[in-house]
């Protein structure tokens, strides 16, 4: 677990260093993503070492999001002054983003014959 | 004595803990996804706050450490992405086409109906990057001349959309296949949207994982792009 822990913050680090570094405009924990994943596939990191910290993390995942969410009310007034065409575009825009990706996604796997069903 | 307690850590930790385990259970009692633990748990904690007059910066101490454990998260993510990535490499193609339809879809509809109802030009390019994780919204706002806090907060009201909603509007309009509805709320609703799909299905929660990470590259170069195109 604690193995685990480590080498998941190691790469969060190395991404954050590897995005400063090159400009990127993806945050570091994103890029610590890719690192772990390229790690698992090159065989440098085992899936044993962070499946038990990943496990953990990955089952709580939405209650890191709380604070950030707390953060919305210091923003409220902003919010307030133009609310109608805010709410409108937000709402309706994510449900077209929904529906617009997984039927793409869902369309192309069914007609590549992969294993869209 | 109080108000020192108030400003250590033990307070804003605790809290966030309390609420989000209080809300989980009413979340798994009630069994109604209006109920979604993330939004009642920012809800109930915005409301305690607004009526005990304790400031945000108070409650910020203890939050941030918990803000703190998204980042090693993040990373985890790639753990279900090597598990299922025969299934996920299978279908690579309708994947990034997907997101990119999906990514288009965001900006032109946010922006443009924004527009159309009369928002100012400012509102109009702060929801833009709206359904991209927060880092890199508010670093594609700054770029365009936003307003970066706003972007934050509907970046948080559009993954907690996702999150509440979101699969049971994927399933009414016929996205039923847990791979494509992976891809539909992670493209929508970046990290709030996944932490939703993980508990609905992990092959489909490790897809919403990916789409965080390519819509917000994607989203970074299409934004600055279509914004010079419509000046």
């Given at each position: ?88 575009a937000t709402v309706l825009s994510t449900f077209a983003v929904m529906a617009v990706t997984g039927w793409t996604e869902g369309y192309l796997a069914r007609r590549g014959g992969g294993d869209g069903r | 004595m109080a108000a020192d307690l108030l400003q250590s850590p033990l307070f804003g930790v605790g809290l966030t803990l309390g609420s989000y385990f ?97 928002a100012s030009d400012k509102v109009v390019l702060s929801l833009a990057p709206k359904s991209v994780t927060a880092p890199i919204a508010i670093g594609i706002v700054e770029k365009i001349g936003g307003i970066p806090p706003l972007t934050a907060a509907l970046v948080v009201i559009t993954g907690c959309l996702g999150a509440i909603c979101g699969p049971e ?63």
């Open positions: 677990m604690v193995r685990g822990f480590a080498i998941l913050l190691l790469l969060q680090f190395a991404g954050e260093v590897l995005g400063r570094s090159l400009r990127l405009p993806v945050p570091g924990n994103v890029i610590g993503m890719g690192l772990l994943l390229a790690a698992l596939v090159g065989g440098l990191v085992r899936l044993e070492w962070v499946q038990e910290a990943a496990d953990l993390l990955l089952s709580h995942f939405a209650l890191f999001f709380v604070p950030a969410g707390v953060g919305v009310m210091v923003y409220y007034d902003v919010i307030r002054q133009e609310w109608l065409p805010i709410v409108v | 209080l809300a989980q259970k009413l979340y798994l009692r009630s069994g109604f996804p209006l109920f979604n633990p993330v939004a009642v748990a920012i809800v109930a904690i915005i409301v305690f706050l607004g009526t005990t007059g304790i400031p945000y910066r108070d409650y910020a101490a203890g939050g941030d450490y918990i803000l703190f454990l998204l980042g090693p998260a993040v990373v985890a993510l790639g753990v279900p992405l090597y598990v299922r990535r025969r299934e996920i490499l299978a279908r690579k193609i309708p994947i990034l086409a997907g997101i990119f339809a999906g990514a288009l879809t965001s900006i032109l509809t946010a922006s443009g109906l924004a527009w159309l109802l009369g509007f994927c399933r009414l309009v016929g996205i039923r296949d847990p791979a494509s509805m992976g891809l539909a709320v992670g493209t929508a609703a970046h990290g709030i949207g996944t932490a939703r799909m993980l508990e609905v299905d992990r092959l489909g929660g490790a897809i919403a994982g990916l789409a965080i990470g390519l819509n917000g590259m994607l989203t970074a170069v299409l934004v600055p792009l279509l914004f010079v195109l419509f000046r």
